[in-house]
Every structure is written in C-alpha cells, then in structure tokens.
C-alpha cells in the first residue's frame, strides 16, 4: 500500500488565488471580517463594522491586486460592499 506522500499528485503550475478584482475584494472583505457567511445559504453578509471595513480598505491600499491600481482596489471593495445585504435572501 502505498503512503500519503506516494499518492501525492505531481505538483501542477500555480495559479493566481482570485481570478477577478471582484473576487479578490470580496476575499478581502473576509479576510479582515467585515463581512460573513451565512452558516446556511452561503450568502456574503455585511457585519456594519465600520472599523473592518477601514481596514480591508488599508490594506488593499497598501496590497493591491496583481494588475490593479490602489484606487481601483479601493473601488471595487466599495462596490462588493454596496452589493452586499445585512440579511440573507434565503433565510
């Protein structure tokens, strides 16, 4: 039988982590908890913290996207929040 370490696939070329702008706000907005997950849906909701949502700014400030400016960055988290909902449209 063989072990963990013998099954392991040949490792593959890495790909970026987000794929868009938008998903990489969203994972920022995550990140530093303003926003969450409803445990049943898996809908994105707004926590109202204004203190997380400074800091997902700050740091996409000073950790933008691969390709993006720290503006746009800033922009696109602005524009996942306007998005997002303080209620799950399914519960």
Known sequence: MKTNAQRRLPLQASRPAYRSL??????????????????????????????????????????PFSGATPEECRAAIDEVLRGIGDSCPDC
Not at 29 to 46: M, P, T
Not at 51 to 62: H, Q, Y
């Open 22 to 63: 938008e998903g990489w706000a969203l994972g920022m907005l995550i990140e530093h908890h303003a926003v969450k997950e409803c445990e049943h849906h898996g809908h994105a909701l707004d926590r109202s913290d204004p203190d997380a949502r400074n800091r997902a700014r700050e740091a996409a400030w000073s950790q």
